[in-house]
């Protein structure tokens, strides 16, 4: 899949948003990417998935792993598509954590998967959590890396869009310095 084409996806569901917003990181930024904007068209979502799922066929993962809330449907449905088993891991005491009795097996083959990556943190959980239980991770697929390429994970890594989208600490974010009201959106905490 091309990155303009998925970009278009993002414009014409109304995903891509302006203003000043808190991101899930803790970071500040002027554009907010809504990805339940793009996982409320089935259709769309599994296309975007199988791009994804096509892209890992040939390391032949038998579980697909994502985080709550938009990795599980991607997980789930990226699974679906390599015929293999789908978990998510989920927040407890701010730390993610496999629930639901979810286990890997030692040596099982495991591609990892979510929504949009900006720091990386909630990805680098998910590989201790895999790598904790002895799980062979064999990539991470992403909808939308906005860190401007700055991803390296060691890990075959492959991302639908690739976004240069700038973030801000809180104290040297400009908007904030210019009085712009600050829109929390999605889970957020200091990540």
């Known amino acids: 899949m091309k990155n303009n084409a998925f970009e278009n996806y993002l414009k014409d569901t109304g995903a ?3 203003g000043h917003f808190l991101l899930t990181s ?4 002027d554009t907010y990417i809504e990805k339940f904007r793009v996982l409320e ?13 096509e892209h890992f066929q040939e390391t032949k993962p ?9 990795g599980v449907i991607i997980s789930h449905v990226v699974a679906r598509l390599l015929t293999c088993r789908s978990i998510f891991a989920e927040r407890e005491n701010d730390r993610l954590t496999f ?20 720091t990386g943190s909630s990805l680098y959980e998910l ?3 895999v790598v904790k239980q002895e799980g062979m991770i064999v990539g991470i697929g992403v909808f939308i890396d906005r860190s401007g390429g700055r991803a390296n994970f060691g890990i075959p890594y492959f991302p639908l869009l690739k976004l240069d989208i700038p973030v801000y600490r809180p104290e040297e974010c400009p908007l904030c310095k210019q ?5 929390v959106r999605g889970r957020t905490g200091k990540r």
């Open 26 to 29: 803790g970071l500040h930024s």
């Open 179 to 183: 009085n712009v009201p600050l829109e």
């Open 127 to 129: 590989i201790d959590l």
């Open 41 to 53: 068209y089935p259709l769309l979502t599994e296309k975007l998935c199988k791009a994804i799922a």
């Open 99 to 118: 629930r639901r009795g979810f286990k890997i097996n030692p040596k099982e083959r495991v591609l990892i998967v979510d929504d949009v990556l900006t």
């Open 62 to 70: 038998h579980l697909v792993v994502g985080a709550a809330t938009g």
């Open 16 to 18: 891509i948003l302006k």
